[in-house]
T-cell receptor
Framework: NAGVTQTPKFRVLKTGQSMTLLCAQDMNHEYMYWYRQDPGMGLRLIHYSVGEGTTAKGEVPDGYNVSRLKKQNFLLGLESAAPSQTSVYFC????????????FGPGTRLTVL | TQLLEQSPQFLSIQEGENLTVYCNSSSVFSSLQWYRQEPGEGPVLLVTVVTGGEVKKLKRLTFQFGDARKDSSLHITAAQPGDTGLYLCAGSTSGTYKYIFGTGTRLKVLA
């Protein structure tokens, strides 16, 4: 039982390049989330999913796209990376109720030059 | 836009001291969670409070949800170096399945 895993752990991109961050969970959770964490700003919700095949926008969705084709995977895409997207990205999941424990992955540190 | 303000932002104290971290909002939340995050790792849930006025204890940590469910506090008694980390509160509104995170309190406990 690995919990929530994220790939890759680190990445450096040049402005305009694209990439996909992969989040996988093996707990059969319905809900999955992508956050970004910047110094002094806590975590901000980018996109989330309430089940396989569904996605919804969070607080800061611009410049990102997501897909949830399989229940266990939640992909975050950057089509044309910008320096403002330099951040640490966290994926999280939880089972059903809003008071359920939200489990976080270890994070992906992305730098856009 | 819902916001959660945490105070203080930074706290450096000696081992054995007590401290309180505050999480405030002008919005009402149906539940509020507290997390601790270590460097290089994701946040780990400490507690969830759902009822106005609710108090929960986790060893030396005491969590309280405000009567109006707009604020919360975390009190640590006799802090230890192992309590060092970033403390985050997160609020959720019923039916939205979205969590709003606070700005965080970075705690350092010196031996």
């Amino acid at each position: 039982n690995a919990g929530v895993t994220q790939t890759p752990k680190f990445r450096v991109l040049k402005t305009g390049q694209s990439m996909t961050l992969l989040c996988a969970q093996d707990m059969n959770h319905e809900y999955m989330y992508w956050y970004r964490q910047d110094p002094g700003m806590g975590l901000r919700l980018i996109h989330y999913s309430v089940g396989e095949g569904t996605t919804a926008k969070g607080e800061v969705p611009d410049g990102y796209n997501v897909s949830r084709l399989k229940k266990q995977n939640f992909l975050l895409g950057l089509e044309s990376a910008a320096p403002s997207q330099t951040s640490v990205y966290f994926c999280a999941s939880h089972a059903s109720g809003e008071t359920d424990t939200q489990y976080f992955g270890p994070g992906t540190r992305l730098t856009v030059l | 836009t819902q916001l959660l303000e945490q105070s203080p932002q930074f706290l450096s104290i000696q081992e054995g001291e007590n401290l309180t971290v505050y999480c405030n909002s002008s919005s009402v939340f149906s539940s509020l969670q507290w997390y601790r995050q270590e460097p290089g790792e994701g946040p780990v849930l400490l507690v969830t409070v759902v009822t106005g006025g609710e108090v929960k204890k986790l060893k030396r940590l005491t969590f309280q949800f405000g009567d109006a469910r707009k604020d919360s506090s975390l009190h640590i008694t006799a802090a230890q170096p192992g309590d060092t980390g970033l403390y985050l509160c997160a609020g959720s509104t019923s039916g939205t399945y979205k969590y709003i995170f606070g700005t965080g309190t970075r705690l350092k406990v010196l031996a």
